[in-house]
């Protein structure tokens, strides 16, 4: 990422790192459904999952983002 510290990020940068977690969710999810797995790796996987969810939210929000239907994206934290 290129901006100083206390600068914003561009719209650019946000764009990239949206791009960034949604590929990261596809290979966890991928993985997830790929092979049986131990407790502890079903577990990391499913929190890694959820963790990106979240991310995407926030970026897909900050962005001023719709969703498939065209509904505004609400507050991450609603």
């Known amino acids: ?6 600068e914003p990020r561009t719209v650019e940068e946000l764009r ?3 791009h960034e977690a949604e590929e990261r ?12 797995m131990d407790r502890k790796s079903n ?9 990106l969810r979240g991310v995407i939210k926030t970026l ?5 983002m719709a969703d498939k239907n065209g509904i505004p994206i609400p507050h991450p934290l609603d």
């Open 43 to 51: 577990a990391e996987a499913i929190r890694n999952i959820t963790a």
């Open 25 to 36: 969710k596809a290979l966890w999810e991928r993985h997830f459904k790929s092979a049986k």
């Open 16 to 18: 990239d790192m949206l």
């Open 1 to 6: 990422m290129g901006s100083p510290i206390g």
């Open 60 to 64: 897909r929000w900050t962005l001023n």
